[in-house]
C-alpha cells in the first residue's frame, strides 16, 4: 500500500505537472486566436471603413472640376454640381455633364442634404486632422460637459507644461546669449592681443626713431661745433694776410695804419668769436646750403609742413600700411625663429619699421604731376590721333609712340624735353599696313621693336634699318598686346582676340607655343624675372599666371575684376598689377596667391586708358582726361594731372570727349609720359 501510494505520490507529482502544461497550452492558443480575431477584425473594419469613405468620396465629388462638391446643387435629371460649376457650364451648353438631359439654370435646386452632409464630413476631417489643443478647444467651445474636478486637473497639468516649455525656453535663451558672449569675449582679447601687440610695436618704434634722432642731433652738434671752428680759423685767415702783406710793403704801410688795421682785425675777430655760439643755427644754414639743392630751397619748410598735411589726409590709409607692414615682419620673424627677431639696420630700426619708412619717404614726397614737355603726334595724313602704345627702350634715351594712325615713330628723349616744342620731330618713323595696337622693346638687341596690330600681325622691326625683321601672321584676330622677354630676349608672347596666346623665337618662323582660351586676349606679359611665367588679362574679368613648362592649365587664376581685364604689368618679379574697365587697378602677389590691393580714383569704363608700373608707382589713364599716379602701398591716388584741350571749342567739353590712352614710366625715374586720344603726348615729372 505505502509502495503504491508512493508511486502513486510521484505519479501524482509528475502528472499534474504535465497535465497543466498540456491544458495551459490551448488556452494560451485560444487566448492568442481570439487577440488576433480580434485585430483582424478591428483592421477589417478599419480597411471596410477607409474602402467606404473612399466611395463616399466619390460620389461627392464634382462630375465638372472633381473635387469635393461646394455649395451643392440638383439639377431635374437628379445629378449635384457645384453651382459654380454647372452654372458656368450652362452659360456654354444647355445639357447635363452627366446624362445629357436638356437643362437650364431655371432647373437647379439647392441639395440641402448633401450640403448638409458636407459640411458634417468636413467637421469630422478637421477633427481628424486637428491637434489635441485644438480637438480640445473644439470640445470646449461645443459644450462638453466637464466637471470642476476634471477641470482642475487639466489646469493643473495645463499650468505643469508651461512652466516646463517656459524654463525649456528660457535655458536655449540663455544657452544662446552665452555662446555669444562667449564668442564675442574671444573675438574682443583677440582685438585687445593684437591692439596689444600693435601698440608695443608702436612704442618699440618710437623709441627707436627718438633714439636715431637723438644721435643725429649729437651729429648736428658735433658738425656744428667743428664748422664753428673752421669759421673762426677762416675769419682769423682772412685778417691776417692783408697785415702781413702790408707790414712788409712799407713803402705804402705806415705804423699808425698798421696800428688801426690790428685793432680793426683784433675787434672783427672778436665780434667774431662772441657772434657764432649765439647764433649757431646761422652758421648750421650755410652748412646745409652746402650739403646740397634740397636744402638751398627757401621753401623748405613750406614743403615739411606739405608733406605733414599728406600724412594726415591718408592718415587711416598709412596706418593700415603700417600695422599691416609691421604684423607681417612679426610673422615672419616668429616663422624664422627668435635670431632673426632681433634684427636691426644701420639706423636701429626693425624690418617692418624699415619698409614703411620707405613707403612714408616716398608717398610724401610727391603730390602732384608737372609738365615737362609737350608734343603732338599728329598727322597730316591720318586724321585719328589715338596713341595706343609707348614705350621706353633699355637704356631710356628713345621712346616709341604707335597708335590708329599706322606710323610707329621714334622719339629722343632728352630732344624731346630741351628743344622748343616747333623743332620736336621723331629720330625715326616706320608705316604699318594697320592700325597698331601695342610696342615692345628687346631688352638685349637695343634697335629692335615689336608691335602688335589690329590684323593679328606681329612684327618685330629694326629700328636702325626701319625694316621689319620678322613677321608672324598666326593671329586670326586683333592682337591687342606683344611683349619681348627680358631673361630671354629671342622669345616674346603675343594675346589676340581670337582667344589665343601665342609665344614666337626670333629664329623661328612659327609660333613655339600656343594657348587656348575661352575668352579674347586683352594682354600679355612676361615676368621679368622667368622666362618661363607670363600674365594674361582676359575678357573673362580674370588675370592667369601661366607656367610655360606646363599649359594644360593655369598656375594661378586671379579674380576680382568685375570687367575685362584690359592690361597687366609686373612692379617686380612677385608682384603683378593689372587694369580693368571696372574702373579699378588690383595689385597681387604671384607667389603668395594673394591679391593684395585695390586701387580707384579714376574712371575707366570702355577704353583702353593705358597702365605702366615702376618698382614704387603704379600709373593709368582716365577717361575723364586725366593720368593717375598711385603709390603701390596706398589705394587712393598720390597725384594726378589733368589734360586741357587746345581747341576753345573743346575745352568745357573736354572731360567726357577725350581719354588717356598711353602711359609709359621712364625706368624708376620721377618721369613718365603719356598719351590721350586727341594726340597730345606730354612729358611729366612728380612734383611736390
Known amino acids: 500500500m505505502g509502495g503504491g501510494g508512493g508511486e502513486r505520490n510521484s505519479m501524482g507529482v509528475l502528472v499534474p505537472t504535465v497535465n497543466a502544461g498540456e491544458t495551459s497550452a490551448p488556452a494560451g492558443a485560444e487566448t492568442q486566436a481570439a487577440v488576433a480575431g480580434t485585430e483582424v477584425v478591428v483592421v477589417t473594419e478599419r480597411v471596410a471603413e477607409e474602402e467606404e469613405e473612399e466611395e463616399v468620396d466619390k460620389d461627392i465629388l464634382c462630375p465638372i472640376c472633381m473635387q469635393i462638391i461646394k455649395d451643392a446643387f440638383l439639377t431635374a435629371c437628379g445629378h449635384s454640381f457645384c453651382y459654380m460649376c454647372i452654372v458656368t457650364h450652362l452659360q456654354n451648353k444647355s445639357d447635363c455633364p452627366c446624362c445629357s438631359h436638356y437643362l437650364t439654370t431655371n432647373h437647379l435646386y439647392p441639395n440641402f442634404l448633401l450640403n448638409k452632409l458636407l459640411m458634417k464630413k468636413s467637421a469630422r476631417q478637421m477633427a481628424k486632422s486637428a491637434t489635441p489643443v485644438e480637438q480640445l478647444r473644439q470640445a470646449i467651445q461645443q459644450g462638453c460637459e466637464v466637471s470642476v474636478k476634471e477641470l482642475n486637473s487639466l489646469l493643473s497639468l495645463l499650468m505643469d507644461k508651461k512652466r516646463k516649455m517656459e524654463q525649456e525656453?528660457?535655458?536655449?535663451?540663455?544657452?544662446?546669449?552665452?555662446?555669444?558672449?562667449?564668442?564675442?569675449?574671444?573675438?574682443?582679447?583677440?582685438?585687445?592681443?593684437?591692439?596689444?601687440?600693435?601698440?608695443?610695436?608702436?612704442?618699440?618704434?618710437?623709441?627707436?626713431?627718438?633714439?636715431?634722432?637723438?644721435?643725429?642731433?649729437?651729429?648736428?652738434?658735433?658738425?656744428?661745433?667743428?664748422?664753428?671752428?673752421?669759421?673762426?680759423?677762416?675769419?682769423?685767415?682772412?685778417?691776417?694776410?692783408?697785415?702781413?702783406?702790408?707790414?712788409?710793403?712799407?713803402?705804402?704801410?705806415?705804423?699808425?695804419?698798421?696800428?688801426?688795421?690790428?685793432?680793426?682785425?683784433?675787434?672783427?675777430?672778436?665780434?667774431?668769436?662772441?657772434?657764432?655760439?649765439?647764433?649757431?643755427?646761422?652758421?648750421?644754414?650755410?652748412?646745409?646750403?652746402q650739403g646740397g639743392s634740397d636744402s638751398q630751397d627757401p621753401n623748405q619748410p613750406g614743403k615739411s609742413l606739405a608733406r605733414k598735411r599728406r600724412v594726415h589726409a591718408q592718415f587711416n590709409e598709412l596706418q593700415d600700411c603700417y600695422l599691416q607692414k609691421r604684423r607681417y615682419w612679426a610673422r615672419q620673424s616668429q616663422k624664422q625663429g627668435e635670431r632673426v627677431a632681433n634684427i636691426m639696420n644701420r639706423e636701429g630700426y626693425s624690418a617692418g619699421l624699415e619698409d614703411f619708412q620707405s613707403v612714408l619717404s616716398t608717398f610724401t614726397r610727391y603730390s602732384s604731376l608737372r609738365v615737362v614737355s609737350e608734343l603732338r603726334h599728329s598727322d597730316i595724313f591720318h586724321s585719328a590721333n589715338i596713341v595706343s602704345s609707348i614705350e621706353f627702350d633699355r637704356d631710356d634715351e628713345l621712346f616709341a609712340t604707335a597708335g590708329v594712325s599706322r606710323r610707329i615713330k621714334v622719339f629722343e628723349f632728352s630732344s624731346v624735353v630741351n628743344e622748343p616744342a616747333d623743332a620736336q620731330c621723331p629720330v625715326v618713323e616706320m608705316s604699318t599696313r594697320s592700325k597698331l595696337s601695342c610696342l615692345s622693346w628687346n631688352n638685349y638687341t637695343k634697335n629692335h621693336l615689336a608691335s602688335s596690330d589690329y590684323e593679328g600681325i606681329v612684327t618685330v622691326w629694326d629700328v636702325t634699318t626701319r625694316q621689319s625683321v620678322m613677321e608672324y601672321e598666326e593671329h586670326e584676330k586683333r592682337a591687342w598686346s606683344v611683349d619681348f622677354c627680358r631673361t630671354e630676349p629671342s622669345m616674346l608672347v603675343s594675346g589676340s582676340d581670337d582667344c589665343k596666346v601665342k609665344v614666337w623665337c626670333t629664329n623661328q618662323e612659327a609660333s613655339v607655343l600656343t594657348i587656348d582660351m575661352k575668352a579674347n586676349i586683352c594682354s600679355v606679359k612676361y615676368n621679368p624675372g622667368s622666362s618661363a611665367h607670363i600674365a594674361v588679362g582676359s575678357a573673362d574679368h580674370h588675370v592667369h599666371y601661366y607656367d610655360l613648362r606646363n599649359i594644360s592649365q593655369p598656375l594661378y587664376i586671379f579674380s576680382g575684376h568685375r570687367k575685362a581685364v584690359s592690361y597687366v604689368k609686373f612692379l617686380s618679379n612677385y608682384e603683378l598689377a593689372s587694369a580693368s574697365t571696372d574702373s579699378t587697378l588690383r595689385l597681387w602677389d604671384v607667389n603668395e596667391n594673394v591679391p593684395l590691393r585695390t586701387f580707384k580714383g579714376h574712371t575707366n569704363e570702355k577704353n583702353f586708358v593705358g597702365l605702366t608700373v615702376n618698382s614704387e608707382y603704379l600709373a593709368c589713364g582716365s577717361e575723364t582726361n586725366e593720368v593717375f599716379v598711385y603709390h603701390k602701398a596706398i589705394s587712393k591716388p598720390a597725384a594726378w594731372h589733368r589734360f586741357v584741350s587746345d581747341d576753345q571749342n573743346d575745352r568745357d567739353g573736354d572731360m567726357g570727349s577725350f581719354f588717356i590712352s598711353a602711359v609709359c614710366w621712364k625706368r624708376d625715374g620721377p618721369t613718365i609720359v603719356t598719351a590721350n586720344s586727341q594726340g597730345t603726348i606730354k612729358a611729366l615729372v612728380l612734383a611736390a
Open 169 to 289: 525656453e528660457a535655458e536655449t535663451n540663455l544657452q544662446i546669449l552665452l555662446e555669444f558672449l562667449q564668442c564675442l569675449k574671444k573675438q574682443k582679447v583677440e582685438e585687445l592681443n593684437e591692439i596689444q601687440n600693435d601698440l608695443q610695436y608702436i612704442k618699440e618704434d618710437i623709441n627707436a626713431v627718438e633714439k636715431r634722432r637723438i644721435e643725429l642731433y649729437r651729429t648736428r652738434g658735433r658738425y656744428s661745433a667743428k664748422m664753428r671752428t673752421l669759421v673762426d680759423d677762416s675769419s682769423t685767415m682772412t685778417v691776417r694776410p692783408p697785415l702781413r702783406d702790408k707790414g712788409i710793403g712799407a713803402i705804402v704801410s705806415s705804423p699808425v695804419n698798421l696800428q688801426e688795421q690790428g685793432r680793426a682785425g683784433t675787434s672783427q675777430t672778436r665780434n667774431t668769436d662772441t657772434r657764432a655760439p649765439r647764433n649757431p643755427q646761422i652758421v648750421q644754414r650755410k652748412d646745409d646750403n
